[in-house]
């Protein structure tokens, strides 16, 4: 690449970059950004194909400048619990992303950006693969355990990484630190062993009474969901769902204004069935306290029973905010049922399980829901229970 394609690069991708700390993505256009950046549309078309391209760009850049800083420093030690301003542990993490918060800020919230989540994911799981051991014992040599582990640790650190961000930062890295590594080696995970009771709220989602209503959101919903299995999500068209639910359009705009609605409408309805998988474990000790199951068993057959929503949202079939819709209405249920009731920060230690969980049920529909719902709750209280190990002769001890 010459250098005044490079410098075109970099100008482009700085121009962006500012305006997106200004407006939402959805709003940008090529013509603002090459004015911004002082080129003309062509000089842009020699450089990107398009906007989206432009931000994949920036997107690699980032993620390159990331684990260029954290790859010779970072540390994870017990040590950095004790006395985390002394100690690089995830200091160097969370100094990269207060640098680029708008960045970072834009790609988790603008409903608009899809893939970031997953392709800084993948970075950082190989990053940690290569400088963390599994220290779950598997005398079987099964590999699909340690990818469960590798994807467990994974998730915690962005999960905590998501809430500082929709935080605005406002916590200072060394308390940061010392809640996770806290969380991480104290493990006060009694709640979500089933150890100590949820609170017996009332499902905060009006329910509709109504047989004839409830028939017809099924029914599109279902019809939504089967289409989804063959079409990608943005060519759908409300015309498609009511011929397959063989529904008229007035029917349809009564209940929804677009198919967005429909969708999420499905997912709210998805969220509250997780939420009260959980919440199950309470009416099984009322009844018979000898067949009592954790929660974790219930939430894992949950999804079992109901993989469809997730199956259809693959690494081809993005939904702008599905992941969000999950992963907040989860912080939202762990931070209620664990308020007044936890020494920790509740808000940090309700996106620690918020972003394992949704971390390993991703894993394991992507496989085909290989291991048993019983099985993966093993897995994941064993995970729980076993902070990782520190390969030999490297830096890093989580």
Same mark, same amino acid.
């Given at each position: 690449?010459?250098?005044?394609?490079?410098?075109?690069?970099?100008?482009?991708?700085?121009?962006?970059?500012?305006?997106?700390?200004?407006?939402?993505?959805?709003?940008?256009?090529?013509?603002?950004?090459?004015?911004? /950046? *002082?080129?003309?549309?062509?000089?842009?078309?020699?450089?990107?194909?398009?906007?989206?391209?432009?931000?994949?760009?920036?997107i690699?850049?980032? #993620?390159? @400048?990331?684990?260029?800083?954290?790859?010779?420093?970072?540390?994870?030690?017990?040590?950095?619990?004790?006395?985390?301003?002394?100690?690089?542990?995830?200091?160097?993490?969370?100094?990269?992303?207060?640098?680029n918060?708008?960045?970072?800020?834009?790609?988790?919230?603008?409903?608009? #950006? #899809?893939?970031?989540?997953s392709?800084?994911?993948?970075?950082?799981q190989?990053?940690? !693969?290569?400088?963390?051991?599994?220290?779950?014992?598997?005398?079987?040599?099964?590999?699909?355990?340690?990818?469960?582990?590798?994807?467990?640790?994974?998730?915690?650190?962005?999960?905590?990484?998501?809430?500082?961000?929709?935080?605005?930062?406002?916590?200072?890295?060394?308390?940061?630190?010392?809640?996770?590594?806290?969380?991480?080696?104290?493990?006060p995970? @009694?709640?979500?062993y089933?150890?100590?009771p949820?609170?017996?709220?009332? &499902?905060?989602?009006?329910? @509709?009474?109504?047989?004839?209503?409830?028939?017809?959101?099924? /029914?599109?919903?279902?019809?939504?969901?089967?289409?989804?299995k063959?079409?990608?999500?943005?060519?759908i068209?409300?015309?498609?769902?009511? !011929?397959?639910?063989?529904?008229?359009?007035?029917?349809?705009?009564?209940?929804?204004?677009?198919?967005?609605?429909?969708?999420?409408?499905?997912?709210?309805?998805?969220?509250?069935?997780?939420?009260?998988s959980?919440?199950?474990?309470?009416?099984?000790?009322?009844?018979?306290?000898?067949?009592?199951?954790?929660?974790?068993?219930?939430?894992?057959?949950?999804?079992?029973?109901?993989?469809?929503?997730? !199956?259809?949202?693959?690494?081809?079939?993005?939904?702008?905010?599905?992941?969000?819709?999950?992963?907040?209405?989860?912080?939202?249920?762990?931070?209620? @049922?664990?308020? *007044?009731?936890?020494?920790?920060?509740?808000?940090?230690? &309700?996106?620690?399980?918020?972003?394992?969980?949704?971390?390993?049920?991703?894993?394991?529909?992507?496989?085909?829901?290989?291991?048993?719902?019983?099985?993966? /709750?093993?897995?994941?209280?064993?995970?729980?229970?076993?902070?990782?190990?520190?390969?030999?002769?490297?830096?890093?001890?989580?």
């Amino acid at each position: 690449m010459t250098k005044k394609l490079l410098k075109s690069h970099k100008d482009l991708m700085n121009s962006l970059l500012k305006m997106m700390s200004q407006k939402d993505y959805s709003t940008i256009t090529v013509s603002q950004i090459c004015h911004d /950046a *002082g080129y003309n549309r062509g000089t842009f078309y020699q450089n990107y194909s398009s906007k989206d391209d432009l931000l994949n760009d920036v997107i690699d850049t980032k #993620i390159i @400048e990331m684990f260029t800083v954290l790859k010779p420093k970072l540390r994870f030690t017990q040590q950095s619990y004790q006395q985390p301003s002394e100690d690089l542990s995830l200091h160097n993490l969370f100094v990269f992303i207060k640098q680029n918060y708008f960045f970072f800020k834009t790609m988790i919230e603008d409903r608009h #950006i #899809i893939g970031f989540r997953s392709k800084i994911f993948l970075h950082y799981q190989h990053y940690l !693969e290569d400088l963390l051991r599994n220290p779950i014992d598997n005398p079987d040599k099964d590999p699909g355990i340690d990818k469960f582990y590798y994807v467990y640790v994974t998730s915690a650190s962005l999960g905590i990484m998501m809430y500082w961000l929709n935080q605005g930062l406002k916590q200072s890295t060394d308390y940061l630190i010392q809640q996770f590594l806290s969380i991480v080696y104290k493990r006060p995970h @009694e709640l979500i062993y089933g150890d100590i009771p949820f609170k017996h709220f009332k &499902s905060k989602t009006q329910k @509709e009474s109504d047989p004839r209503i409830l028939r017809t959101k099924k /029914a599109l919903s279902n019809s939504f969901t089967q289409l989804m299995k063959v079409l990608k999500y943005s060519d759908i068209k409300v015309t498609d769902i009511l !011929e397959h639910a063989q529904y008229n359009r007035s029917t349809f705009y009564s209940h929804y204004k677009s198919k967005d609605d429909l969708f999420f409408d499905a997912v709210s309805d998805f969220v509250e069935g997780m939420v009260q998988s959980l919440r199950q474990t309470n009416d099984d000790h009322s009844m018979d306290p000898t067949m009592t199951q954790s929660p974790l068993i219930h939430l894992f057959t949950f999804i079992y029973e109901n993989s469809t929503i997730l !199956e259809v949202i693959g690494e081809n079939n993005k939904v702008p905010g599905f992941y969000n819709k999950i992963y907040s209405g989860l912080v939202a249920f762990f931070y209620e @049922e664990l308020e *007044g009731r936890f020494d920790y920060d509740i808000g940090i230690y &309700s996106n620690y399980l918020a972003s394992t969980l949704l971390g390993v049920i991703s894993l394991w529909i992507s496989e085909e829901l290989r291991y048993s719902p019983r099985y993966m /709750a093993k897995l994941f209280k064993l995970s729980l229970n076993n902070p990782p190990n520190r390969r030999t002769n490297k830096t890093l001890v989580f």
